[in-house]
């Protein structure tokens, strides 16, 4: 499990990395500037999730291999030409789809393994894949996605459902695979048919 938790956490902090560089590249920012918004994008949501955990210090402090890869990935976008890239913001959302579903599983996987209960394995795995989305999109202007329409901390929080429930049954490797495969399935469902939950508006009370 330690090896396969070890291999999750390094393709989402990469695909999450490469969604901030994405945004830093669209916001026309230097390669430094897209180095640091690939960086907070991709150890954002971990960062935050160890700290309330307990794992201190935080595992890029003690070993920055997270560090590299969020630099490695800011590198590759930045080097990629603009007909490689076709339309950035296309890959900017299936990047983010991708790390808010495997955050949301590793998440809830080191949640679960610390010992927290089910439930709150699960809200540490949406925390974990919304963090980071939150920060790079505040860094660069945007609105956050998970204050609009869209279904997106629901992903998050079907995928770690899927784990917490299946792990009781399978194997951490399975579990997560199904975990992962729940939100990203969700997620791409709702950016293809734009799909959303419904949104009460708020209404002054009458005098």
């Not at 956490?9 to 180095?35: C, E, N, P, Y």
């Not at 890869?69 to 296309?90: D, E, K, Q, S, Y």
């Not at 949640?111 to 795995?125: R, T, Y």
């Amino acid at each position: 499990m330690d090896i396969a938790l070890i291999v999750l956490s390094a393709i989402g902090t990469a695909v999450f990395a490469i969604s901030g560089a994405l945004l830093g590249l669209r916001k026309g920012m230097d390669i430094v500037g897209i180095s640091f918004v690939a960086t907070v994008t991709g150890i954002g949501g971990g960062t935050i999730r160890d700290v309330l955990l307990g794992a201190l210090p935080v595992a890029w402090v003690r070993q920055p291999t997270d560090i590299a890869i969020c630099l490695a990935c800011a590198f590759i976008v930045g080097a990629l030409n603009r007909p490689l890239l076709g339309n950035r913001m296309t890959w900017l959302l299936y990047a983010d789809a991708a790390g808010l579903a495997l955050f949301a599983v590793l998440g809830a996987a080191k949640a679960e393994a610390a010992g927290a209960h089910p439930l709150v394995s699960i809200l540490f795995g949406a925390m974990s894949a919304s963090f980071g989305g939150i920060i790079r999109d505040i860094i660069c202007g945007e609105r956050p996605i998970l204050f609009a329409k869209e279904i997106y901390i629901s992903a998050a929080l079907l995928g770690g459902g899927v784990f917490v429930v299946l792990s009781d049954f399978f194997a951490f490797q399975p579990a997560a695979i199904a975990g992962v495969l729940a939100a990203l399935t969700l997620r791409l469902l709702a950016m293809r048919y734009e799909w959303s939950l419904p949104f009460p508006r708020y209404r002054e009370p009458l005098s």
